[in-house]
């Protein structure tokens, strides 16, 4: 399960926790994510991983991607593990050279989804508008290897009015594609769909995923990193497996002159998916502008097929 352990959470939520810096950077700086895994955390900038956290018996691993230095003319020597705050405190003090580096790689190798895929969780979890979100975002860039699946993000659908309880709420998995050339391409709408339909045919498997997501939203929570008003309760999530989940595409910067998303989504393979009720396959429409996620904005293929 992708999961903290006691001490990491430790390390991370108290002062005298030796990853503590970490965490208040992370939470005074909204162009980073903190990422939950087995054992590990990741910082992502730009949808990329700027520092990745490995526990080990008596420290931390660090890990920076050296193919980031490929576009810079400078590398940062920084501690190989943490040990204590000084070596956590190093590497904050850099990171602002950090993604500096990261930058001029993105530029080179841009990877939109990724950077937008942070911007979703952003905007939903953490923001001035997050507490007006329904959805909120367990988890970025997800792989499945037992079914070759990768799924850009793990959400949790908690409408506002059932926030006294942990109960009500939702399993979501949300794909999004950047612009007209993602959606027919070897992780087009229909490769997913079917990735979709494997994870949660396999009832195990879908069971994992959400003890995963229910884990990582009540461990994101309890280090201060998602922003919404509990009222009196204190409450953490619950997910039923035999509620319906939901399957979320987000189609960023459609070009609507172009009749390729049409004819995609008049691919009978299609419909199949939406009528065999074992996920309810929803389309993004943003209220005016932005990736505030509520449930009004989510449209049936029927519905948003008339928008087409």
Same mark, same amino acid.
């Given at each position: 399960?992708?999961?903290?352990?006691? $001490?990491?959470?430790?390390?991370?939520?108290?002062? *005298?926790?030796?990853?503590?810096?970490?965490?208040?950077?992370?939470?005074?700086?909204?162009?980073?994510?903190?990422?939950?895994?087995?054992?590990? !955390?990741?910082?992502?900038?730009?949808?990329?991983?700027?520092?990745?956290?490995? $526990?080990?018996?008596?420290?931390?691993?660090?890990?920076?991607?050296?193919?980031?230095?490929?576009?810079?003319?400078?590398?940062?020597?920084?501690?190989?593990?943490? $040990?204590?705050?000084?070596?956590?405190?190093?590497?904050?003090?850099? +990171?602002?050279?950090?993604?500096?580096?990261? @930058?001029?790689?993105?530029?080179?190798?841009?990877?939109?989804?990724?950077? +937008?895929?942070?911007?979703?969780?952003?905007?939903?979890? #953490?923001?001035?508008?997050?507490?007006?979100?329904?959805?909120?975002?367990?988890?970025?860039?997800?792989? #499945?290897?037992?079914?070759?699946?990768?799924?850009?993000?793990?959400?949790?659908?908690?409408?506002?009015?059932?926030?006294?309880?942990?109960?009500?709420?939702?399993?979501?998995?949300?794909?999004?594609?950047?612009?007209?050339?993602?959606?027919?391409?070897?992780?087009? =709408? !229909?490769?997913?769909? %079917? *990735?979709?339909?494997?994870?949660?045919? @396999?009832?195990?498997?879908? $069971?994992?995923? =959400?003890?995963?997501?229910?884990?990582?939203? /009540?461990?994101? #929570?309890?280090?201060?990193? =998602? %922003? +919404?008003?509990?009222?009196?309760? /204190?409450?953490?999530?619950?997910?039923?497996?035999? @509620?319906?989940?939901?399957?979320? +595409?987000?189609?960023?910067?459609? /070009?609507?002159?172009?009749?390729?998303?049409?004819?995609?989504?008049?691919?009978?393979?299609? @419909?199949?998916?939406?009528?065999?009720?074992?996920?309810?396959?929803?389309?993004?429409?943003?209220?005016?502008?932005?990736?505030?996620?509520?449930?009004?904005?989510?449209?049936?293929? *029927?519905?948003?097929?008339? =928008?087409?």
């Amino acid at each position: 399960m992708r999961a903290l352990s006691e $001490q990491f959470m430790y390390d991370l939520k108290n002062p *005298d926790g030796m990853l503590h810096p970490i965490l208040e950077r992370v939470k005074n700086d909204q162009t980073l994510m903190l990422a939950i895994r087995q054992d590990k !955390i990741n910082i992502y900038y730009r949808g990329g991983s700027l520092l990745r956290i490995e $526990q080990l018996k008596y420290s931390y691993k660090t890990f920076f991607n050296p193919n980031y230095y490929k576009e810079s003319k400078f590398s940062i020597e920084l501690p190989g593990e943490i $040990q204590s705050h000084i070596e956590a405190q190093k590497w904050v003090d850099e +990171f602002s050279n950090l993604k500096q580096i990261m @930058d001029f790689h993105i530029k080179k190798n841009p990877k939109a989804e990724r950077e +937008f895929q942070q911007l979703v969780a952003r905007e939903n979890n #953490d923001s001035t508008i997050s507490n007006e979100s329904e959805y909120f975002i367990s988890d970025i860039e997800v792989s #499945d290897s037992e079914l070759g699946a990768r799924i850009d993000m793990l959400a949790i659908r908690w409408p506002v009015k059932f926030r006294k309880t942990g109960n009500n709420c939702k399993a979501t998995f949300i794909e999004m594609k950047y612009a007209d050339d993602a959606l027919d391409n070897s992780s087009g =709408l !229909i490769k997913h769909l %079917q *990735d979709f339909d494997a994870s949660i045919t @396999d009832k195990s498997r879908y $069971q994992e995923f =959400l003890e995963v997501m229910e884990s990582q939203f /009540n461990q994101l #929570d309890d280090l201060g990193l =998602l %922003q +919404f008003n509990k009222g009196t309760s /204190n409450a953490k999530v619950k997910l039923n497996p035999d @509620d319906r989940p939901e399957v979320i +595409f987000i189609l960023a910067n459609h /070009n609507p002159r172009s009749t390729k998303l049409k004819t995609i989504l008049s691919d009978p393979q299609i @419909d199949e998916y939406a009528r065999a009720n074992k996920f309810d396959l929803k389309f993004f429409v943003s209220s005016f502008a932005g990736y505030g996620l509520h449930t009004d904005c989510m449209l049936s293929l *029927d519905e948003f097929r008339k =928008l087409l």
